[in-house]
């Protein structure tokens, strides 16, 4: 069974530095990863989705990467602002008796101080 | 476009009553699932919809908990009796697929969140 783990767990930085958000899973027989962002008491938002195909995706200040054989992801957050402190969550899609299953990850809290 | 949509955003019931959810997912979107995300946590899948029939509800505690999507449309997911653990936040979600290579990305409703007393 795919197993999605994201570390760490919660980061704090201070506004304008870079960082990158990690994702692993077992089970490299993956169609699609997606990046999600959750506010407090709000609703998963996608922000990027890398296909099987591809290695990495951009978008604005992130930028995501996709490695299948060592079965890891990155989330890489350019120049940081309070406006990003959110959780962070990765989501595998893989198939699973002829159809496609989201396995997701705890979530990296992040804090991005004034 | 518009998203997927949910209700009630927030309801507070005593145990061992019962609660409603519904979802309306992003128009010609063929598979639903809702999740419970405890706080903390990732979104556990409680079910998923293919159209109007169940792909998977292997994780749905189905003495308290169904759900249904009769017309392949909107959803609605209920809980008979409710236990002080089912205090989370449920999420719909719709994808354009569930099946091949094109799954398409998962967009998430606001979230129902269940409080129980």
């Known amino acids: 069974k795919q197993e999605v783990t994201q570390i760490p767990a919660a980061l704090s930085v201070p506004e304008g530095e870079n960082l990158v958000l990690n994702c692993s899973f077992t089970d490299s027989a993956i169609y699609n990863l997606q990046w999600f962002r959750q506010d407090p008491g709000k609703g998963l938002t996608s922000l990027l989705l890398?296909?099987?195909?591809?290695r990495e995706q951009t978008s604005g200040r992130l930028n995501a990467s996709l490695d299948k054989s060592s079965g890891r992801s990155t989330l890489y957050i350019a120049a940081s602002q309070p406006g990003d402190s959110a959780t962070y969550l990765c989501?595998?899609?893989?198939?699973?008796?002829?159809?496609?299953?989201?396995?997701f990850g705890s979530g990296t809290k992040l804090n991005v101080k004034p | 476009e518009a998203g997927v949509a949910q209700s009630p955003r927030y309801k507070i019931i005593e145990k061992r009553q019962s609660v409603a959810f519904w979802c309306n997912p992003i128009?010609?979107?063929?598979?639903l699932y809702w999740y419970q995300q405890i706080l903390g946590q990732g979104p556990k899948l409680l079910i998923q919809?293919?159209?109007?029939?169940?792909?998977?509800d292997s994780q749905l505690p189905k003495d308290r908990f169904s759900a249904e999507r009769l017309k392949g449309v909107d959803s609605t997911l209920k809980i008979q009796p409710a236990k002080l653990e089912d205090s989370a936040v449920y999420l719909c979600?719709?994808?354009?697929?569930?099946?091949?290579?094109?799954?398409?990305?998962?967009?998430f409703g606001e979230g129902s969140r269940l409080t129980v007393l």
């Open positions: 919809f293919q159209n109007n029939g169940v792909v998977d």
């Open positions: 128009s010609g979107h063929a598979t």
């Open positions: 979600a719709s994808s354009f697929s569930g099946q091949g290579a094109y799954t398409g990305e998962l967009f």
């Open positions: 989501a595998v899609i893989s198939s699973q008796d002829n159809f496609n299953k989201f396995y």
């Open positions: 890398i296909q099987s195909s591809q």
